[in-house]
């Protein structure tokens, strides 16, 4: 069996003039745990489903689990769509073997393999529940069992976070992980970053139907060089040619209670710079600071500083 | 085909497991029910009318009296006669028996041939006692006593401050308290209203109208004449036409004597009659008489089509709501990562149309336990015409004709739900289709009775009317090529129509917004994937 369960060669949509994707090449190896992160309008979805053959692409080939259609090897794949919905007046139970029979569960295992899922994710009380009965949390839980009843291959899960409390997004972390765990791909999009740092090996950032970044989790945050931020009284500029600091500069004093005449200044260093030399070098000059924060670049940075001027004119558009 | 059967069974279950369904589908056997039962009882459920008849002639009384006693004769032999079929021993099909085989059946036979002579018969005989006298050895052992109905009409007698000799219009004011249900008349202990005045002026035999006083037109004062029917009840025409019939005989009596003619011959010459016998040329030979069964058969597809279209608007609804369901709780797009678009669609196709059987069965099944349960000489009858029916050729026609109805509108109601968001939507986008499927049944009974004419031949080659005006026709062996070629016509239409709402159903079903305009729906058809 090939490693690569997905790909994806210049994949392009287009809804009359708006292109909704545009040339997207990917590539998913097999087990790993991929993010599709973007704004909204993006063209997640648009991808996910064109993924699903629910929708063809205008151009581009595409590859899942060895075949030219998802189709061809539905039974393999678990989906969970953005826009969550099951029929109301099902038991909950009935609704997870009834997905699972349609990718070709035999109907009793289908129903053990149900009560199985809601045992071991703590919705066992709930099996003879009706849909409708559920809470919105529960019932997307009910519906993420569903697309993973049959074991697929590659799992794919659009927005599973979102509507879910704390506990139930750290419960449905764990499922990734479990599913990981079993050799299962997960490809999963979300708008929440600490979820992709957590369960995240590669990450796909698209905007306006582009691909502006496909890597990991370490190449996405090595985008925007660290950051060191200094509080003091000094004009601290000439750190500038310290080795190691790329730039710094002067930038408004955040947070209250401040000593007046305190000042704020971002410094740009390196990727393996060490801090301690710049706190040393303060120190050798004489310059009292009243802060020192060394903070890793996180995913949220990362995702304002590539999509954050891009969504933000989207969105007034 | 394992997944389009997996989505049609829980289509299946989804709509017969929801309280609605049972109770739409018991609904109708049980509305036949009540018809049933009330028919029967209302008859015997009418309250006693009391009328009062004042006739200042003195000539026409006893005639009106006579001929309300007759009118309750004629009550009690029909529900003797009645109680004699359903309680006589043997089990011979009476009904529609051809051969008398004993005095009671004689008495039946007659019954159903001529209902007046059989009355004079019965009133000469000595009515009631004598017939169950008669009829008391051909009764099996445990039936029941007959109960004589209720009289309809009784008389009741004026209330002392009316002068019955004052003029008309005294009388009429002096009672019209009574008549509006003002004032109560005194009858026995009890004290009843009045439902009818019957005033027979003084004067009235100035009225008469004759042929010859009659020429050049009718009275031309505008005032009441004749006999005056005084009553509040417009619809029970029971009482005045027993009187008009009555009186006019006693006239007619009496202008008989006048001019010496034979009351006797004139009653036998009116009785004479020639039975005309129908006959079925389509027939073998031998076997051409028309039948109960037979007439029946000719007016039986009408019952098919209202079944077929009943069935149908049942199975809009659900297809309707079952997709817009779908769509706007977004299950779709899980389902379409699962089946094909095709699978979908056939998978709802099979399983509503399972849900459209099953409503049939289920009727068929408590019409038929219904039979079974509440044996009366009606539902014997029933069952012999539905062991004819049931052995014609119109079954297969049904079964065909319900199928490829029930596709071809189904594919068009998928396509028009795959469009919807909401049920409002869809409503506003069927009811073009809603008018079409009317016009079959506005036309129903005019095919019925012209089967092979213009309209009906017109008609049978618009596929969507065939399957309802073929099935309309299906008893008058209508010509070959509109047999054959509205079959063949049908067929590919029906086949078109699925192939094209999968088009659009496989477009419209990730649809979002407003439905689509005809030029956008067009495109649908024409494009070949999603």
């Not at chain 2, 009388?171 to 009843?192: A, M, Q, S, Y």
Request: with cysteine.
């Amino acid at each position: 069996m090939s490693s690569t369960v997905l790909s994806l060669s210049n994949v392009s949509k287009r809804y009359g003039d708006f292109t909704a994707v545009n040339r997207i090449n990917l590539s998913i190896p097999k087990g790993s745990v991929y993010g599709f992160l973007g704004p909204n309008g993006a063209g997640k979805t648009t991808t996910i489903r064109m993924i699903l053959d629910i929708i063809r692409p205008d151009e581009g080939e595409i590859e899942v689990l060895g075949c030219k259609s998802a189709m061809q090897v539905r039974d393999r794949i678990g989906y969970l769509p953005e826009e969550k919905g099951l029929y109301k007046k099902m038991k909950v139970w009935a609704i997870i073997a009834y997905f699972a029979t349609l990718k070709g569960i035999h109907r009793k295992d289908a129903k053990q393999r149900a009560f199985e899922l809601l045992e071991r994710y703590g919705l066992k009380d709930f099996a003879n529940s009706t849909v409708e009965s559920l809470s919105k949390g529960m019932g997307q839980k009910v519906q993420v069992l569903s697309s993973i009843a049959h074991n697929p291959e590659l799992i794919i899960l659009d927005e599973p976070f979102s509507g879910l409390d704390p506990v139930n997004q750290e419960v449905l972390e764990q499922l990734i992980k479990d599913l990981k765990d079993n050799g299962q791909t997960v490809i999963f999009s979300t708008h929440i970053m600490q979820h992709a740092e957590r369960l995240c090996e590669r990450l796909l950032l698209i905007t306006q139907g582009c691909k502006v970044f496909d890597g990991t989790v370490d190449e996405a945050r090595a985008i925007i060089p660290r950051r060191v931020i200094l509080e003091c009284q000094n004009d601290v500029a000439a750190l500038a040619d310290l080795d190691g600091v790329l730039s710094v500069c002067e930038t408004p004093v955040s947070g209250d209670g401040r000593i007046p005449g305190t000042r704020q200044w971002e410094l740009y260093v390196k990727e393996h710079t060490n801090p301690q030399l710049i706190l040393q070098h303060c120190f050798q000059h004489g310059i009292s600071l009243s802060r020192f924060d060394f903070t890793q670049t996180s995913l949220h940075d990362v995702f304002v500083h590539l999509v954050g001027q891009q969504a933000r004119e989207h969105k007034f558009r | 085909m394992r997944v389009t059967l997996l989505i049609a069974w829980r289509e299946y279950l989804e709509n017969v497991k929801t309280k609605g369904f049972w109770i739409g589908v018991l609904l109708v056997p049980v509305i036949f029910f009540m018809i049933f039962q009330l028919s029967t009882r209302l008859a015997t459920a009418t309250p006693t009318r009391y009328y009062l008849l004042i006739d200042q002639t003195g000539q026409y009384a006893e005639s009106v009296e006579t001929a309300i006693r007759r009118e309750h004769q004629r009550r009690v032999m029909q529900d003797f006669m009645r109680y004699l079929q359903e309680n006589r021993s043997d089990t011979a099909n009476l009904a529609i028996s051809n051969e008398p085989a004993n005095q009671m059946d004689q008495l039946l036979d007659d019954f159903g041939n001529d209902e007046v002579a059989a009355l004079d018969d019965w009133l000469s005989n000595g009515g009631l006692a004598f017939a169950l006298q008669m009829a008391r050895p051909y009764l099996r052992p445990d039936t029941p006593d007959f109960e004589e109905p209720r009289q309809q009409f009784i008389a009741a007698v004026p209330p002392p401050e009316l002068d019955i000799t004052a003029p008309a219009e005294t009388i009429v004011e002096t009672l019209r308290p009574f008549l509006n249900g003002e004032k109560r008349l005194p009858v026995g202990d009890n004290n009843v209203s009045l439902f009818a005045l019957i005033l027979i002026p003084a004067e009235v035999n100035n009225d008469i109208v004759r042929p010859m006083t009659a020429m050049g037109g009718l009275p031309t004062d505008s005032g009441t004449r004749g006999v005056q029917y005084w009553a509040g009840n417009l619809t029970d025409t029971r009482l005045p036409n027993a009187i008009q019939t009555s009186i006019n005989n006693a006239i007619r009596q009496q202008e008989y004597m006048d001019r010496n003619i034979d009351v006797n011959a004139v009653r036998d010459v009116q009785r004479t009659r020639l039975p005309v016998s129908r006959m079925d040329p389509s027939k073998v030979a031998g076997d051409e008489q028309v039948s109960v069964a037979d007439t029946f058969r000719q007016w039986a597809p009408m019952g098919f089509v209202y079944l077929i279209f009943i069935s149908l608007m049942q199975s809009v609804q659900y297809l309707l709501s079952n997709t817009i369901e779908e769509k706007s709780n977004r299950i779709i797009e899980v389902l379409l990562a699962s089946v094909t678009p095709g699978e979908l669609m056939m998978g709802k196709l099979l399983g509503i149309g399972a849900t459209g059987i099953t409503t049939i069965v289920a009727w068929l099944a408590s019409f038929f336990a219904f039979i079974q349960l509440y044996q009366t000489i009606e539902t014997t009858m029933i069952v012999q015409i539905l062991d004819v029916l049931l052995g014609s050729d119109l079954i297969p026609y049904f079964v065909f004709y319900y199928v490829c109805c029930y596709t071809l509108y189904a594919g068009i109601f998928l396509a028009i739900g795959s469009l919807c968001n909401t049920l409002k939507e869809a409503q506003s986008l069927m009811m073009p289709l809603m008018m079409v499927m009317m016009v079959p049944i506005l036309t129903m009974s005019f095919i019925a009775q012209d089967p092979n004419g213009t309209m009906a031949r017109v008609m049978s080659w618009i596929p969507l009317f065939t399957p309802f005006t073929m099935m309309n026709r299906a008893a008058a062996q209508p010509p070959m090529i509109d047999v054959v070629g509205t079959t063949v016509l049908l067929v590919v239409s029906t086949i078109t129509v699925l192939w094209l709402s999968g088009r659009v159903f496989r477009q419209g079903i990730l649809r979002t917004g407003q439905p689509p305009r005809i030029v956008e729906l067009w495109r649908m058809m024409r494009r070949r994937t999603g």
